[in-house]
């Protein structure tokens, strides 16, 4: 089946450095990916959707500046946590739009997701 | 918008069955999923099912569609210590393929 890679999966920084998160489709194409976050014992918050060759689409309160996200391949998008704070401690994960099964079903595959704690 | 709500909490013996429940606001979703979540990990597709669908039916799991009422669920046949995890609904938003997830209801399997 669809697997998406994310790395890594664990990372700690310093308040004020940046920090990336990448997010691969192994064995599929994605032009759609997208990214979410989420809080301990939270569900999940669309952060952005990310579209091959274009812009992200970002939603509401998200702050485009803050995440970086950039999709230049039809297999990896990256997510740039910039400036990070320890507010932005959270867990990330993305997720990659496939066809499943014989009704063609689009279903997210997701990734083990990120957890980024900032100093 | 999709909003999307679940129970958050369910207790079962093992080998009972699991009935988590979940509403939806869009008519328009065409397909709903269910997603499992364990502990520090990324979420697992365990089953979907098409809006023109009542039923549908994967080894230990069935999953019923109200349309009418917007109401889904999932039931879990002889339920194990290992199905102990967080199940969050989602359903399709705006047509556009983005998900809008429940708050996830966390199941606690007992002896």
């Known amino acids: 089946g669809a697997v998406v890679s994310q790395h890594p999966s664990w990372v700690i920084c310093k308040s004020g450095t940046s920090v990336k998160i990448e997010c691969r489709s192994l064995d599929f194409q994605a032009t759609t990916m997208f990214w979410y976050r989420q809080f301990p014992k939270q569900s999940l918050m669309l952060m952005a959707t990310?579209?091959?060759?274009?812009?992200?689409?970002?939603e509401q309160g998200v702050e485009k500046d803050k995440f970086l996200i950039n999709h230049a391949s039809l297999t990896l998008s990256t997510l740039t946590v910039t400036s990070a704070h320890p507010e932005d401690s959270s867990f990330y994960i993305c997720?990659?739009?496939?066809?499943?099964?014989?009704?063609?079903?689009?279903?997210?595959?997701f990734g083990a997701g990120s957890r980024l704690t900032v100093l | 918008g999709e909003d999307v709500e679940q129970s958050l909490f369910l207790s079962v013996r093992e080998g009972d069955s699991s009935v988590i429940n979940c509403t939806y606001t869009d008519s328009s979703s065409t397909y709903l999923y269910w997603y499992k979540q364990e502990p520090g990990a990324g979420l697992q597709l365990l089953t979907y099912?098409?809006?023109?669908?009542d039923m549908k039916q994967d080894q230990r799991l069935t999953v019923l569609l109200n349309k009418k009422d917007k109401h889904l669920s999932l039931r879990i046949a002889d339920t194990q210590t290992g199905d102990s995890a967080i199940y969050f609904c989602a359903a399709v938003s705006g047509g556009y393929n983005k998900l809008i997830f429940g708050a996830g209801t966390r199941l606690a399997v007992h002896p």
């Open positions: 997720s990659a739009m496939s066809l499943a099964g014989a009704s063609g079903a689009n279903v997210l595959t």
């Open positions: 099912i098409f809006s023109n669908m």
């Open positions: 990310s579209n091959e060759g274009s812009k992200a689409t970002y």
